[in-house]
């Protein structure tokens, strides 16, 4: 039997299969029989080769061919695979796919925010109006549609809808009974694979290549069980039943197996699971030294925390913790984790009980190969699998850890781990159940600490030597590269789950061991402020710290939050806040810190400052706990506000580049710290929680605590001068705006005091509107994301759009013709500016400093737009909103003397202009002030009773602590410490009974000597032993405290000032100083009494700083009488505003650094606004912005008619002069390649681009393809010389020739590139072609076209009509074209024309040159010379819109430079004479004598006869082949012959046409006419005659059959007939209007679309003088050189004799009316979408791969591959190749990918930007946002509009090389 399994053929293997089958079914003992008969098969068919992993590939397909067929029993495999599927009642999807899969996410439908579709269900879907995206899956996912747990039901597609489980039968026994014994032999075949091809890697030597082999033996294993699980249900819970079986497992695999490759197999399974616990030798061992004691620690303490439990039967205590092993890492408290922990296998060596388990592992073992993985998920569907699969995932999680962390591919492995955690961790109810049943959550958090206890360091925080903390270290691969992401992840995506969540916040040992691993991120990244030089190396560790803060503790943070909303929860904060504490607490123990931060030192990283903050906030705010309740004694306050104030004080050092030695990076530190991504979980906590250390300490205490912080306590003295010990003056002045700045902060924000979540979201909207307009998404990226990141919903009540409607206007996208493309912006409203733009918003969310400058230049111009204010506005004062009543204590901050003390030295300094107080500092000083005004608490009895002894500290400066009877309070004399050289030491202090006696006659002595630094010390030991109950026996010092900061410099010496002043008197000075007059201010209650009654005036709202004293006095007037009487009685006093001393400089000395700064500013941007507005100008005349009526910026256009000479400016020298021989002058111009006029087709209805297989596009209806086509046919019957001269070529390919009008002399050119050549920085062009800038406009270009010389006669000479008559013009220009070019003398104008000619030729691809059969013919070069003229002419006309009825010069015309080249191209032509014989010239204005015709007939080849020429082509043969200057009497001769060819091709073409009836009708009615006087002159007549004549022939024999259908139903009238021929002649007539418009300067004039025939006809002289407008007929323009009816008959009989050889092409090549449309993109669909389905899957049609970056070429649709080595050719890529291919060298591709259009011309490429915007007009580059997209069609409009009018280079400035890589 077993020799049979060989190498049996097919069908011995369906017979056996079926055999068996059939027994299988028999009774028990067959059955047995029949069985482990199957069973020996399998294992000679299944054995895995001896040999270890080798054996050839034939033996494993024969083996698979066996299983097919023994599975399917017999049956053909397809109808078995059928026959499964009918019972397949899977409601779900489970389409499982890898990484870069386009799939679907829609926010409305989901429950979990990792939900996702595939694209067939989403379109299956009805999803019209949801919040949908599409993205790029970056590790792999699975189609959720169907499954209820984690999308709402209405979100399924049309497949899954249906509960089906109803309707499928149930499986039939037999139909897989094979499959159930089969599968598990086929199985474990698999496993021994695995098993015998993994070798443990010796000391880490990877072993990569090996596994990759294993797995390229197994893969068509994998591919087979992938097909069964596609089977449907029925297979995949057979498979589900093997895969989880244990007695299978048990019964195949236990290794007592008798042969002994089983027994090695097992054997090295053995091995491999040694390493699978968490503790294990090896493992220490490989460490090596250094590590081994912190391996040590972390095993012992993981060992003591899974404390063995008794359930396995050891009798362990836990005091095993207390070994020895943690020396190093720091005595710090061991984590007790949960002693319950039932499932041992954490720790130790992993037991596997069936073949689910040991896949897995050797899955992880082989780093998770993605073949696997897709398996494995796509059994998911099956229930049962599922949680099997889950708890097994568990099981195994430790292990996964570990092999992640060894891995050296960890990216790629993280997104494969994420790729199957995310499947199971997103269902709520799976997540609950293992988190029951497995312990999930201890095993994550005990893994999760394992892996970080790896990268541990101590901590140098505050006290190096003996610090007991421990940190991450950032610098370590684990952190830089993220590797701990798929856990914290999955961690985070349980904890959105709300039943895991409560299982983690009431369980207390969970709490504590989560704390201690965010302890591990407490002081991480330590700066260190560099004094002396700057540091060699600048570290970028701080990305990775900034990052894992994020992940790993403030995300799973949020998620926790989340789930404390509600009263009911309000145990779970207790928690939380409780072991916060705790670990505070030992955190503080652990780094040894007292009072004092060390100096120089800041860490941004206090993740638990932070848990603590952001839970007392919740716990306010949603579940009404008491604050006091959650707080600390005063001591552990005072400790807490230290660490984030130090990170608040160094912020504004880094500002003021006092660590500018530290590098960059502490700035990107800086940056970090508040930017949108991280504000609210770093710098938004940290402030809240100051507000609340602030709201309970003492407020004299926190206020000196601030200014020492900031280390500006010495400045804040009344002298003038002073020495600050700890700061260099030059960081004074900004120290101090930061510490007023902070204050202002801290006692304005109200983001966790009390503001509601729709509040928050508006005023983070309005600051980010209000720095820059901002598109959507980028304000969807800006504002902070609230709680949970992955939920993408943004909290409150009102959404963020209908939020944004509310404060922001959308400006639509802008197209600037010349320039960059706008996109949608919003910009805030006018309401929003006048009455919510709130600065101290905008200044905590600016990541940039200029940001704040901006906001407020923007309020400034709506201020002055409004006509609300003139001069500089200040920051406009906000009304905050109320104060939750748990922090009414921040409010005393406003209220206490110190705080007063140091806002009066402040304004009393700034009045006196002391140094280093910038306006910003007044700015806050002010503020500060409004907001204790407007937040004063009681309204204060007018005689205040002073406060308890206990408050009397500064009693010598203020009575009490209001803010409002301290402002009235009078100061006379202050004793200040000044250094001896201060000038305030010279004076003598005056007596000081001269007190003044109004108002401060209590207080007459002198006030003290005020250190805040001495009142903070004392207020702290006040604290303290208040704290340890000694507060009664405190000893207050009664000494006046004269106590100077520590370490200040002994020279100090005491004086005493005179101040006699008071805050309100300051003010009003203030006010005084301001104006700039004496006595500007008068308190307005006095005129008008209404003013004290309404608080808000309007008037105050915005204003400079007059303004805002005005408000504050007005304020302070409302809350008191007394106040109110003094501002009036110091009013009275006449007070000058300054110290008399000072009086005369007073007013310059206003102007300080900052304002005269402000001053520059302002006038250098007056400058560049006016530099900006005349380059603008100058462009509009120079560059192509589209303004038709703009004059011509060119000489040649507007030179007048006596004027002899043109002169020209060279643009290089500077010189102007005409041109010479000698010294030419020439034209800067860009020559291309073009073949846009190739791609007119002749039909109005666009072309659209194919978005399905049906739609095609085809190219042989463009101009292009027929003008080729009839040129062959041309060349197939006629002679070739003749045959280049009846057509034009350039149609494609063809060269344009533009200007932007600017000349320079030749030779001064030569210098320029020589210049360019040298100089090597040289971006986006390449001088070794030729190419260079502009000089004056730096427009591109890429050569020189030379002036001729010579006055321009051509303007004069045409003047003067001749009298000559028509015959002796005819003869004249025979005569002239005879003449022979002669070669022009060597001249420096000859030799630049020759070299423009070269550029031309060299500038198309030579087979755009090359046409003629005999290679290198003059003919070739004849051909496309004129051909160059004519691509000029016509591509003029497409840019005038197809027609001259606009008539004037264009813009077209403005960048034409046709008059030069055709002075160039007539020199060339002239040097080809065209032999007499030959010359069509003769043939239209002579007639031949009979026997010459015949003659020519009989030769070889005939010439192409006279009415298959074209006559534009003609025309510019004739023109260019005379000398130049041209007379404008030879030029209308010209025309008017040609004029009668164009004539009669119209009615043979017209006779074609018509049907055989009507024929016979015009020939009849014709011949009766033939009489008339001017017969000749009448078409009728002249048709008549064409038709009789043809009838000679067997022209109209052909098409009586086939063609009649086509005309016949019109019948031609004679109103038709004359509109047919008219148009006709139509383009002949344009074409030639031109030439003569260039040529010889006449005017074009406008007209109407219906009379444009007759006025271009009467403009070229064509109309006779006698001619009157009413029977106008398109006839009476003929002018016979000859009489009509025999050159007629001559003409005609040339296409008779031909009819006679070839009868079928005679009508083929007629010329037909050309009805050409202008050129056209492609027209796009509506929905970007469309275009996406299709081509992202298509294959390309060379490589028939799908490619990478796949694009299509929006002129004629083709599908390239982007970049693609598949499709190159000669080292071409595929777009490149195309652009040469299809558009001369300009290819306009859409990238598919990423909706952006990339621009090719020649060498070079740039991106254009997108033409689809999504809703609020943005692009979306490279799809990342994946919104719906729509066409913009103004945007395409301007695309099409570059296209053709060939301006892409001036345009686009962003141009780069693409060497030929596209």
Same mark, same amino acid.
């Given at each position: 039997?077993?020799?049979?399994?060989?190498?049996?053929?097919?069908?011995?293997?369906?017979?056996?299969?079926?055999?068996?089958?059939?027994?299988?079914?028999?009774?028990?003992?067959?059955?047995?029989?029949?069985? =482990?008969?199957?069973?020996?098969?399998?294992?000679?068919?299944?054995?895995?080769?001896?040999?270890?992993?080798?054996?050839?590939?034939?033996?494993?397909?024969?083996?698979?061919?066996? %299983?097919?067929?023994?599975?399917?029993?017999?049956?053909?495999?397809?109808?078995?695979?059928?026959?499964?599927?009918?019972?397949?009642?899977?409601?779900?999807?489970?389409?499982?796919?890898?990484?870069?899969?386009?799939?679907?996410?829609?926010?409305?439908?989901?429950?979990?925010? %990792?939900?996702?579709?595939?694209? !067939?269900?989403?379109?299956?879907?009805?999803?019209?109006?949801?919040?949908?995206?599409?993205?790029?899956?970056?590790?792999?996912?699975?189609?959720?549609?169907?499954?209820?747990?984690?999308?709402?039901?209405?979100?399924?597609?049309?497949?899954?809808?249906?509960?089906?489980?109803?309707?499928?039968?149930?499986?039939?026994?037999?139909?897989?009974?094979?499959? $159930?014994?089969?599968?598990?032999?086929?199985?474990?075949?698999?496993?021994?694979?695995?098993r015998e091809g993994y070798d443990e890697p010796v000391l880490d030597v990877p072993s990569e290549k090996d596994l990759h082999k294993v797995l390229q033996i197994l893969e068509s294993h994998i591919s087979f069980l992938e097909d069964l699980t596609k089977m449907g249900g029925a297979m995949r819970s057979v498979l589900t039943q093997v895969l989880t079986n244990q007695q299978f497992y048990k019964d195949l695999s236990s290794g007592g197996a008798e042969n002994a490759c089983a027994k090695k197999s097992h054997e090295k399974y053995l091995v491999a699971l040694k390493g699978s616990g968490l503790t294990f030798p090896e493992d220490k061992a490989a460490c090596g030294g250094q590590e081994q004691a912190a391996g040590g620690a972390s095993s012992s303490v993981v060992q003591g925390c899974a404390g063995a439990t008794p359930a396995s039967g050891q009798g362990d205590s836990s005091d095993e913790e207390d070994q020895d092993g943690g020396q190093d890492v720091g005595k710090r408290k061991r984590v007790k984790l949960s002693s319950s922990t039932k499932d041992q296998s954490i720790m130790d060596v992993l037991k596997h009980k069936c073949f689910l388990e040991e896949l897995l592992f050797w899955t992880i073992k082989y780093e998770f190969p993605q073949k696997m993985v897709t398996f494995l998920l796509n059994m998911l569907p099956d229930q049962d699998y599922k949680i099997a699969f889950t708890k097994t995932f568990v099981q195994h999680y430790a292990f996964i850890m570990k092999t992640l962390k060894k891995s050296h591919e960890s990216d790629t492995m993280s997104n494969r781990i994420v790729h199957i955690s995310v499947q199971l961790f997103s269902n709520e109810e799976l997540a609950r159940q293992v988190t029951e049943e497995c312990q999930l959550l201890d095993i994550m958090v005990t893994v999760l600490l394992y892996m970080m206890e790896s990268c541990l360091i101590k901590s140098e925080l505050q006290d190096e030597e003996n610090s007991l903390h421990v940190v991450v270290n950032c610098g370590e691969a684990l952190l830089k590269n993220?590797?701990?992401?798929?856990?914290?992840?999955?961690?985070?995506?349980?904890?959105?789950?709300?039943?895991?969540?409560?299982? #983690?916040? $009431?369980?207390?040992?969970?709490?504590?061991?989560?704390?201690?691993?965010?302890?591990?991120?407490?002081?991480?990244?330590?700066?260190?402020?560099?004094?002396?030089?700057?540091?060699? #190396?600048?570290?970028?560790?701080?990305?990775?710290?900034?990052?894992?803060?994020?992940?790993?503790?403030?995300?799973?943070?949020?998620?926790?939050?989340?789930?404390?909303?509600?009263?009911?929860?309000?145990?779970?904060?207790?928690?939380?806040?409780?072991?916060?504490?705790?670990?505070?607490?030992?955190?503080?123990?652990?780094?040894? /810190?007292v009072d004092e931060p060390t100096p120089n030192q800041v860490t941004f990283h206090l993740p638990l400052h932070r848990y603590y903050a952001m839970f007392l906030s919740k716990a306010v705010k949603c579940q009404?706990?008491?604050?006091?309740?959650?707080?600390?004694?005063?001591?552990?306050?005072?400790?807490?506000?230290?660490?984030?104030?130090?990170?608040?004080?160094?912020?504004?050092?880094?500002?003021?580049?006092?660590?500018?030695?530290?590098?960059?990076?502490?700035?990107?530190?800086?940056?970090?710290?508040? +930017?949108?991504?991280?504000?609210?979980?770093?710098?938004?906590?940290?402030?809240?929680?100051?507000?609340?250390?602030?709201?309970?300490?003492?407020?004299?205490?926190?206020?000196?605590?601030? /200014? $020492?912080?900031?280390?500006?306590?010495?400045?804040?003295?009344?002298?003038?001068?002073?020495?600050?010990?700890?700061?260099?003056?030059?960081? !004074?002045?900004?120290?101090?705006?930061?510490?007023?700045t902070f204050l202002v902060i801290l006692l304005s924000l109200r983001l966790h005091l009390g503001m509601t979540d729709d509040e928050i979201l508006r005023a983070e909207m309005v600051a980010q509107l209000c720095m820059n307009d901002r598109t959507h998404s980028s304000l969807l990226d800006l504002i902070p994301e609230n709680p949970n990141p992955k939920s993408g919903i943004i909290p409150g009540s009102l959404s963020f759009e209908s939020m944004l409607s509310a404060v922001a206007d959308f400006k639509a996208p802008v197209f600037e013709p010349g320039g960059s493309m706008q996109q949608g912006m919003y910009t805030p409203k006018a309401e929003v500016w006048d009455k919510e733009f709130d600065p101290v918003m905008v200044i905590l969310r600016t990541v940039y400093r200029r940001d704040v400058q901006s906001a407020m230049d923007r309020y400034t111009a709506f201020l002055k737009q409004s006509g609300k204010v003139h001069g500089n506005p200040w920051p406009p004062y906000k009304k905050r909103t109320h104060l939750h009543p748990s922090y009414k204590g921040l409010m005393r901050l406003l209220h206490c003397k110190t705080l007063h003390i140091v806002l009066f030295t402040l304004l009393y300094k700034i009045l006196m202009d002391h140094q280093n107080l910038s306006e910003h500092v007044l700015c806050m000083v002010l503020y500060l002030i409004e907001l204790g005004l407007e937040n004063s608490s009681e309204q204060e009895s007018d005689e205040e009773d002073s406060m308890g002894g206990q408050e009397r500290c500064h009693d010598s400066w203020f009575p009490g602590n209001n803010l409002v009877s301290n402002m009235r309070h009078f100061i006379n004399y202050v004793r200040v410490r000044v250094p001896e050289t201060a000038p305030e030491v010279k004076r003598e202090p005056p007596a000081s009974t001269s007190a003044d006696g109004s108002a401060a006659s209590q207080n007459s002595g002198t006030a003290q000597v005020f250190s805040l630094v001495a009142e903070r010390r004392k207020k702290f030991q006040e604290i303290i032993n208040r704290n340890t109950t000694e507060a009664n026996q405190a000893v207050r010092p009664k000494t006046s405290m004269k106590w100077s900061a520590p370490g200040a410099t002994p020279q100090l010496t005491t004086a005493i000032l005179e101040i006699k002043e008071s805050i309100l008197s300051l003010l009003v000075k203030l006010h005084h100083k301001l104006s700039g007059k004496q006595n500007s201010y008068y308190p307005p209650w006095l005129d008008d009494m209404e003013t004290l009654i309404q608080c808000e005036n309007p008037k105050y709202l915005h204003g400079d700083g007059m303004t805002a004293v005005e408000r504050i006095l007005l304020k302070a007037a409302l809350q008191s009488r007394l106040n109110k009487r003094i501002i009036e009685e110091i009013c009275r006093k006449v007070t000058p505003p300054v110290p008399p001393k000072k009086i005369s400089p007073a007013e310059k000395k206003i102007l300080d650094k900052e304002e005269r700064r402000q001053k520059a500013r302002e006038r250098q941007q007056k400058l560049l606004a006016e530099f900006a507005s005349r380059q603008k100008s100058f462009m509009e005349t120079a560059m192509d912005v589209e303004s038709p009526d703009a004059e011509i910026a060119m000489e040649i256009a507007t030179a007048e008619q006596h004027v002899p000479e043109a002169v020209y400016d060279c643009v290089i020298c500077g010189q102007s002069g005409p041109s010479t021989e000698e010294r030419p002058a020439g034209l800067v111009v860009l020559l291309q390649a073009s073949s846009v006029l190739g791609q007119c087709r002749n039909t109005t209805e666009p072309k659209k681009l194919p978005t399905s297989e049906k739609e095609q596009i085809y190219p042989w209806d463009t101009c292009a393809a027929v003008y080729e086509a009839r040129l062959a046919t041309l060349q197939h019957f006629f002679k070739d010389s003749s045959c280049l001269q009846s057509v034009s070529i350039g149609w494609e390919g063809g060269v344009y020739v533009q200007t932007c009008g600017h000349t320079l002399h030749i030779d001064c050119h030569k210098s320029y590139m020589e210049s360019l050549r040298n100089d090597q920085v040289l971006q986006g062009f390449s001088v070794d072609k030729g190419e260079f800038?502009?000089?004056?406009?730096?427009? #591109?270009?890429?050569?020189?076209?030379?002036?001729?010389?010579?006055?321009?006669?051509?303007?004069?000479?045409?003047?003067?009509?001749?009298?000559?008559?028509? +015959?002796?013009?005819?003869?004249?220009?025979?005569d002239l074209q005879e003449q022979l070019g002669t070669f022009p003398s060597e001249t420096n104008l000859s030799k630049e024309m020759e070299s423009v000619m070269k550029d031309i030729k060299s500038t198309t691809q030579k087979k755009y040159t090359d046409y003629s059969k005999s290679p290198g013919s003059p003919d070739n070069d004849f051909l496309f010379m004129y051909s160059v003229a004519r691509t000029n002419l016509e591509l003029e006309l497409v840019h005038r819109g197809g027609n001259l009825c606009l008539g004037g010069a264009s813009t077209a015309g403005k960048r034409s430079c046709l008059h030069q080249l055709f002075h160039v191209l007539a020199m060339h032509m002239r040097l080809y004479s065209i032999d007499s014989a030959y010359n069509p010239w003769k043939k239209l204005t002579q007639l031949m004598q009979n026997d010459e015709s015949l003659q020519i007939c009989s030769e070889e080849q005939p010439e192409v006869p006279v009415l298959y020429r074209d006559a534009s082509s003609l025309l510019l043969?004739?023109?260019?082949?005379?000398?130049?200057?041209?007379?404008?009497?030879? #030029?209308?001769?010209?025309?008017?012959?040609? /004029?009668?060819?164009?004539?009669?091709?119209?009615?043979?073409?017209?006779?074609?046409? %018509?049907?055989?009836?009507?024929?016979?009708?015009?020939?009849?009615?014709?011949?009766?006419?033939?009489?008339?006087?001017?017969?000749?002159?009448?078409?009728?007549?002249?048709?008549?005659?064409?038709?009789?004549?043809?009838?000679?022939?067997?022209?109209?024999?052909?098409?009586?059959?086939?063609?009649?259908?086509?005309?016949?139903?019109?019948?031609?009238?004679?109103?038709?007939?004359?509109?047919?021929?008219?148009?006709?002649?139509?383009?002949?007539?344009?074409?030639?209007?031109?030439?003569?418009?260039?040529?010889?300067?006449?005017?074009?004039?406008?007209?109407?679309?219906?009379?444009?025939?007759?006025?271009?006809?009467?403009?070229?002289?064509?109309?006779?003088?006698?001619?009157?407008?009413?029977? /106008?007929?398109?006839? =009476?323009?003929?002018?016979?050189?000859?009489?009509?009816?025999?050159?007629?008959?001559?003409?005609?009989? $040339?296409?008779?004799?031909?009819?006679?050889?070839?009868?079928?092409?005679?009508?083929?090549?007629?010329?037909?009316?050309?009805?050409?449309?202008?050129?056209?993109l492609l027209q796009l669909p509506e929905n970007y979408n469309t275009i996406f389905q299709y081509y992202h899957r298509k294959s390309c049609s060379v490589c028939s791969k799908v490619p990478k970056d796949p694009a299509v070429c929006l002129v004629c649709g083709t599908f390239v591959c982007l970049k693609g080595l598949c499709c190159k050719q000669q080292s071409y890529c595929e777009c490149v190749l195309h652009s040469q291919n299809c558009g001369a060298g300009t290819g306009i591709f859409l990238l598919i990918n990423a909706s952006v259009i990339i621009i090719i011309r020649g060498h070079r490429f740039c991106l254009w930007g997108s033409v689809y915007l999504d809703a609020h007009g943005e692009e979306d580059r490279d799809l990342r946002r994946g919104k719906p997209l729509y066409i913009c069609k103004e945007r395409y409009k301007v695309l099409e509009q570059q296209w053709v009018s060939h301006t892409f280079d001036h345009i686009n400035k962003r141009w780069g090389p693409h060497y030929n890589g596209l």
């Amino acid at each position: 039997m077993a020799g049979a399994a060989g190498g049996s053929s097919a069908q011995e293997k369906r017979a056996t299969a079926s055999r068996l089958k059939a027994a299988l079914s028999l009774s028990a003992d067959e059955s047995e029989a029949a069985a =482990s008969e199957l069973r020996a098969l399998l294992e000679t068919v299944l054995s895995p080769p001896s040999g270890g992993a080798g054996g050839g590939g034939e033996s494993v397909s024969e083996a698979l061919a066996w %299983c097919r067929c023994l599975l399917a029993g017999g049956e053909p495999w397809d109808s078995f695979v059928q026959a499964v599927r009918a019972y397949d009642p899977a409601t779900l999807c489970g389409l499982v796919w890898t990484a870069n899969f386009v799939a679907y996410r829609c926010r409305t439908c989901g429950i979990s925010p %990792c939900m996702s579709l595939c694209a !067939e269900c989403f379109h299956q879907g009805e999803h019209a109006g949801h919040d949908y995206n599409m993205f790029r899956s970056q590790a792999g996912g699975a189609c959720d549609c169907g499954d209820g747990n984690v999308m709402r039901e209405a979100g399924f597609c049309k497949r899954h809808r249906i509960k089906s489980s109803s309707e499928v039968p149930s499986v039939p026994k037999d139909l897989l009974i094979m499959s $159930e014994l089969v599968l598990p032999q086929f199985i474990f075949c698999l496993i021994q694979y695995l098993r015998e091809g993994y070798d443990e890697p010796v000391l880490d030597v990877p072993s990569e290549k090996d596994l990759h082999k294993v797995l390229q033996i197994l893969e068509s294993h994998i591919s087979f069980l992938e097909d069964l699980t596609k089977m449907g249900g029925a297979m995949r819970s057979v498979l589900t039943q093997v895969l989880t079986n244990q007695q299978f497992y048990k019964d195949l695999s236990s290794g007592g197996a008798e042969n002994a490759c089983a027994k090695k197999s097992h054997e090295k399974y053995l091995v491999a699971l040694k390493g699978s616990g968490l503790t294990f030798p090896e493992d220490k061992a490989a460490c090596g030294g250094q590590e081994q004691a912190a391996g040590g620690a972390s095993s012992s303490v993981v060992q003591g925390c899974a404390g063995a439990t008794p359930a396995s039967g050891q009798g362990d205590s836990s005091d095993e913790e207390d070994q020895d092993g943690g020396q190093d890492v720091g005595k710090r408290k061991r984590v007790k984790l949960s002693s319950s922990t039932k499932d041992q296998s954490i720790m130790d060596v992993l037991k596997h009980k069936c073949f689910l388990e040991e896949l897995l592992f050797w899955t992880i073992k082989y780093e998770f190969p993605q073949k696997m993985v897709t398996f494995l998920l796509n059994m998911l569907p099956d229930q049962d699998y599922k949680i099997a699969f889950t708890k097994t995932f568990v099981q195994h999680y430790a292990f996964i850890m570990k092999t992640l962390k060894k891995s050296h591919e960890s990216d790629t492995m993280s997104n494969r781990i994420v790729h199957i955690s995310v499947q199971l961790f997103s269902n709520e109810e799976l997540a609950r159940q293992v988190t029951e049943e497995c312990q999930l959550l201890d095993i994550m958090v005990t893994v999760l600490l394992y892996m970080m206890e790896s990268c541990l360091i101590k901590s140098e925080l505050q006290d190096e030597e003996n610090s007991l903390h421990v940190v991450v270290n950032c610098g370590e691969a684990l952190l830089k590269n993220n590797t701990y992401w798929p856990l914290v992840s999955d961690f985070i995506n349980i904890l959105s789950h709300q039943s895991v969540a409560k299982k #983690f916040l $009431e369980d207390h040992r969970l709490l504590v061991t989560w704390m201690n691993f965010v302890s591990f991120f407490q002081g991480m990244n330590l700066n260190k402020r560099e004094l002396n030089e700057h540091v060699e #190396f600048e570290s970028q560790t701080y990305y990775a710290a900034f990052a894992a803060e994020l992940e790993a503790c403030a995300q799973p943070m949020w998620g926790l939050l989340s789930h404390c909303k509600i009263r009911e929860t309000q145990e779970y904060t207790r928690n939380v806040v409780r072991y916060c504490l705790e670990a505070l607490q030992d955190w503080f123990d652990a780094i040894n /810190f007292v009072d004092e931060p060390t100096p120089n030192q800041v860490t941004f990283h206090l993740p638990l400052h932070r848990y603590y903050a952001m839970f007392l906030s919740k716990a306010v705010k949603c579940q009404e706990l008491d604050l006091d309740s959650l707080l600390p004694d005063q001591e552990m306050l005072m400790k807490l506000m230290v660490h984030p104030l130090q990170i608040q004080a160094s912020l504004s050092e880094i500002h003021s580049n006092m660590w500018v030695r530290n590098g960059l990076q502490i700035k990107g530190q800086a940056m970090t710290y508040v +930017q949108s991504h991280f504000c609210n979980s770093m710098i938004d906590p940290d402030i809240y929680l100051l507000q609340v250390c602030a709201s309970r300490l003492d407020p004299d205490y926190f206020i000196s605590s601030v /200014f $020492e912080r900031f280390k500006v306590v010495d400045l804040l003295t009344m002298a003038s001068q002073h020495q600050n010990t700890v700061l260099d003056s030059e960081h !004074e002045r900004s120290m101090l705006e930061g510490a007023l700045t902070f204050l202002v902060i801290l006692l304005s924000l109200r983001l966790h005091l009390g503001m509601t979540d729709d509040e928050i979201l508006r005023a983070e909207m309005v600051a980010q509107l209000c720095m820059n307009d901002r598109t959507h998404s980028s304000l969807l990226d800006l504002i902070p994301e609230n709680p949970n990141p992955k939920s993408g919903i943004i909290p409150g009540s009102l959404s963020f759009e209908s939020m944004l409607s509310a404060v922001a206007d959308f400006k639509a996208p802008v197209f600037e013709p010349g320039g960059s493309m706008q996109q949608g912006m919003y910009t805030p409203k006018a309401e929003v500016w006048d009455k919510e733009f709130d600065p101290v918003m905008v200044i905590l969310r600016t990541v940039y400093r200029r940001d704040v400058q901006s906001a407020m230049d923007r309020y400034t111009a709506f201020l002055k737009q409004s006509g609300k204010v003139h001069g500089n506005p200040w920051p406009p004062y906000k009304k905050r909103t109320h104060l939750h009543p748990s922090y009414k204590g921040l409010m005393r901050l406003l209220h206490c003397k110190t705080l007063h003390i140091v806002l009066f030295t402040l304004l009393y300094k700034i009045l006196m202009d002391h140094q280093n107080l910038s306006e910003h500092v007044l700015c806050m000083v002010l503020y500060l002030i409004e907001l204790g005004l407007e937040n004063s608490s009681e309204q204060e009895s007018d005689e205040e009773d002073s406060m308890g002894g206990q408050e009397r500290c500064h009693d010598s400066w203020f009575p009490g602590n209001n803010l409002v009877s301290n402002m009235r309070h009078f100061i006379n004399y202050v004793r200040v410490r000044v250094p001896e050289t201060a000038p305030e030491v010279k004076r003598e202090p005056p007596a000081s009974t001269s007190a003044d006696g109004s108002a401060a006659s209590q207080n007459s002595g002198t006030a003290q000597v005020f250190s805040l630094v001495a009142e903070r010390r004392k207020k702290f030991q006040e604290i303290i032993n208040r704290n340890t109950t000694e507060a009664n026996q405190a000893v207050r010092p009664k000494t006046s405290m004269k106590w100077s900061a520590p370490g200040a410099t002994p020279q100090l010496t005491t004086a005493i000032l005179e101040i006699k002043e008071s805050i309100l008197s300051l003010l009003v000075k203030l006010h005084h100083k301001l104006s700039g007059k004496q006595n500007s201010y008068y308190p307005p209650w006095l005129d008008d009494m209404e003013t004290l009654i309404q608080c808000e005036n309007p008037k105050y709202l915005h204003g400079d700083g007059m303004t805002a004293v005005e408000r504050i006095l007005l304020k302070a007037a409302l809350q008191s009488r007394l106040n109110k009487r003094i501002i009036e009685e110091i009013c009275r006093k006449v007070t000058p505003p300054v110290p008399p001393k000072k009086i005369s400089p007073a007013e310059k000395k206003i102007l300080d650094k900052e304002e005269r700064r402000q001053k520059a500013r302002e006038r250098q941007q007056k400058l560049l606004a006016e530099f900006a507005s005349r380059q603008k100008s100058f462009m509009e005349t120079a560059m192509d912005v589209e303004s038709p009526d703009a004059e011509i910026a060119m000489e040649i256009a507007t030179a007048e008619q006596h004027v002899p000479e043109a002169v020209y400016d060279c643009v290089i020298c500077g010189q102007s002069g005409p041109s010479t021989e000698e010294r030419p002058a020439g034209l800067v111009v860009l020559l291309q390649a073009s073949s846009v006029l190739g791609q007119c087709r002749n039909t109005t209805e666009p072309k659209k681009l194919p978005t399905s297989e049906k739609e095609q596009i085809y190219p042989w209806d463009t101009c292009a393809a027929v003008y080729e086509a009839r040129l062959a046919t041309l060349q197939h019957f006629f002679k070739d010389s003749s045959c280049l001269q009846s057509v034009s070529i350039g149609w494609e390919g063809g060269v344009y020739v533009q200007t932007c009008g600017h000349t320079l002399h030749i030779d001064c050119h030569k210098s320029y590139m020589e210049s360019l050549r040298n100089d090597q920085v040289l971006q986006g062009f390449s001088v070794d072609k030729g190419e260079f800038t502009c000089p004056l406009c730096r427009q #591109f270009a890429n050569s020189v076209l030379p002036c001729y010389p010579g006055n321009n006669v051509e303007r004069s000479l045409w003047q003067c009509h001749s009298n000559k008559t028509m +015959q002796d013009l005819i003869k004249e220009v025979e005569d002239l074209q005879e003449q022979l070019g002669t070669f022009p003398s060597e001249t420096n104008l000859s030799k630049e024309m020759e070299s423009v000619m070269k550029d031309i030729k060299s500038t198309t691809q030579k087979k755009y040159t090359d046409y003629s059969k005999s290679p290198g013919s003059p003919d070739n070069d004849f051909l496309f010379m004129y051909s160059v003229a004519r691509t000029n002419l016509e591509l003029e006309l497409v840019h005038r819109g197809g027609n001259l009825c606009l008539g004037g010069a264009s813009t077209a015309g403005k960048r034409s430079c046709l008059h030069q080249l055709f002075h160039v191209l007539a020199m060339h032509m002239r040097l080809y004479s065209i032999d007499s014989a030959y010359n069509p010239w003769k043939k239209l204005t002579q007639l031949m004598q009979n026997d010459e015709s015949l003659q020519i007939c009989s030769e070889e080849q005939p010439e192409v006869p006279v009415l298959y020429r074209d006559a534009s082509s003609l025309l510019l043969i004739q023109i260019l082949t005379m000398p130049q200057p041209l007379r404008k009497e030879h #030029f209308t001769c010209i025309i008017k012959v040609l /004029f009668t060819l164009l004539y009669i091709q119209a009615l043979v073409a017209l006779s074609v046409k %018509c049907s055989a009836e009507d024929r016979m009708t015009w020939m009849n009615s014709g011949a009766l006419k033939k009489s008339m006087s001017n017969a000749k002159k009448s078409w009728e007549v002249l048709l008549s005659h064409v038709i009789s004549e043809l009838y000679n022939g067997k022209i109209y024999e052909q098409e009586e059959t086939e063609d009649l259908a086509m005309d016949s139903t019109s019948a031609w009238c004679p109103h038709s007939i004359e509109t047919y021929l008219q148009q006709f002649c139509l383009p002949f007539l344009r074409i030639t209007s031109l030439l003569q418009h260039h040529l010889f300067g006449a005017e074009l004039p406008s007209c109407q679309e219906d009379e444009e025939f007759t006025v271009l006809a009467n403009c070229l002289g064509l109309l006779p003088p006698s001619f009157q407008s009413s029977e /106008f007929s398109s006839a =009476s323009c003929l002018d016979w050189p000859v009489p009509a009816f025999d050159i007629i008959s001559q003409w005609c009989s $040339e296409l008779v004799s031909f009819a006679g050889k070839h009868p079928t092409q005679v009508k083929i090549l007629l010329i037909q009316e050309a009805k050409w449309d202008l050129p056209r993109l492609l027209q796009l669909p509506e929905n970007y979408n469309t275009i996406f389905q299709y081509y992202h899957r298509k294959s390309c049609s060379v490589c028939s791969k799908v490619p990478k970056d796949p694009a299509v070429c929006l002129v004629c649709g083709t599908f390239v591959c982007l970049k693609g080595l598949c499709c190159k050719q000669q080292s071409y890529c595929e777009c490149v190749l195309h652009s040469q291919n299809c558009g001369a060298g300009t290819g306009i591709f859409l990238l598919i990918n990423a909706s952006v259009i990339i621009i090719i011309r020649g060498h070079r490429f740039c991106l254009w930007g997108s033409v689809y915007l999504d809703a609020h007009g943005e692009e979306d580059r490279d799809l990342r946002r994946g919104k719906p997209l729509y066409i913009c069609k103004e945007r395409y409009k301007v695309l099409e509009q570059q296209w053709v009018s060939h301006t892409f280079d001036h345009i686009n400035k962003r141009w780069g090389p693409h060497y030929n890589g596209l």
